[in-house]
């Protein structure tokens, strides 16, 4: 299937949830709440792992990116899997970022189900080998937990961080768009 009709495809089916009022439970993201891993694809050739992390971070902490490259001329080859810290931000990616443009170029945002990790070797560094061993995303709060907790409630600083931070994302995505 053509990658753009995956993009068409994915925010109908999200639109025709928010219409019919579907619960998180059956939401069809509720496939993938054992990872956090999430795929990007149609990524402009000349994006950085930085760049793509500046983007993606506005709905949670990343703590893994695999950009593939070329093995030979080390270029990417236009995708990459992210994984987030909290499973939650992979539901705020799909949904947000899913058929944007970046440098002209619509991007697809999809959950992973099973991310198969590079295979251990000599050039892996020791994060990244850590993370292999123990997963990364697999933990999700109990809504519960965070209920009533004073430290989870935003406060103004928290709030003028996510204005510059949607400042400079606004900033960022009409460079690329330039």
């Not at 709905?59 to 593939?68: A, H, K, P, Q, T």
């Not at 999809?110 to 990790?117: I, M, T």
């Not at 009533?148 to 960022?172: I, M, W």
């Amino acid at each position: 299937m053509n990658p753009l009709t995956k993009v068409k495809l994915i925010n109908e089916l999200n639109e025709r949830e928010v219409q019919l009022g579907v619960a998180d439970k059956v939401s069809w993201h509720a496939e993938y709440k054992d990872s956090a891993w999430i795929f990007l694809g149609g990524l402009p050739y000349e994006l950085t792992e930085g760049d793509i992390i500046c983007v993606f971070s506005q709905y949670g902490e990343i703590v893994n990116i695999n950009l593939v490259r070329d093995k030979k001329t080390g270029k990417s080859k236009g995708f990459c899997f992210l994984c987030y810290e909290d499973q939650r931000s992979t539901i705020l990616a799909v949904d947000n970022f899913n058929g944007i443009k970046i440098k002209g170029r619509t991007i697809r945002v999809d959950h992973v189900s099973n991310y198969r990790a590079l295979k251990d070797s000599e050039d892996m560094d020791n994060v990244t080998k850590e993370l292999q061993d123990k997963g990364c995303g697999a933990y999700t709060p109990s809504p519960n937990l965070s209920e009533g907790s004073e430290d989870e409630k935003p406060t103004k600083k928290h709030k003028n961080e996510l204005c510059r931070l949607s400042l400079v994302l606004a900033q960022f995505c009409d460079a690329m768009a330039t």
